[in-house]
């Protein structure tokens, strides 16, 4: 069982940043590939980024590849996502999620793969 905490929402202007963290317990955090997901008002939920589990790979959706960072710090059992360059289409609640592994470089971008969901943070970003 794995337990997750988003934190670090909130309302922004276009063209600034947020860091987005999840806070991972319950099962040795390391074993863990990650992702982040959103969902906006009205649309599916979608991917964003993916990491793997020691942190040498990583995938970006289009849209945010070059402004957002996905990265672990895996002795904190925590997840980020740094958002630079945010835009009014990145308004969305946006999801961490977990997903078990035995492999050191697999990461999924498909939502349905994760076993393990946090409880969302709102990000705004006013233009």
């Known amino acids: 069982q794995v337990q997750l905490v988003e934190s670090g929402g909130g309302l922004v202007q276009a063209g600034g940043s947020l860091r987005l963290s999840c806070a991972a317990s319950g099962r040795t955090f390391s074993s863990i590939a990650m992702g982040w997901f959103r969902q906006a008002p009205g649309k599916e939920r979608e991917f964003v980024a993916a990491i793997s589990r020691g942190g040498g790979s990583t995938d970006y959706a289009d849209s945010v590849k070059g402004r957002f960072t996905i990265s672990r710090d895996n002795a904190k059992n925590t997840v980020y996502l740094q958002m630079n360059s945010l835009k009014p289409d990145d308004t969305a609640v946006y999801y961490c999620?977990?997903?078990?592994?035995?492999?050191?470089?697999?990461?999924?971008?498909?939502?349905?793969?994760?076993?393990?969901w946090g409880q969302g943070t709102q990000v705004t970003v006013s233009s």
């Open positions: 999620a977990a997903d078990r592994t035995y492999s050191d470089t697999y990461y999924s971008r498909n939502g349905a793969t994760y076993e393990y």
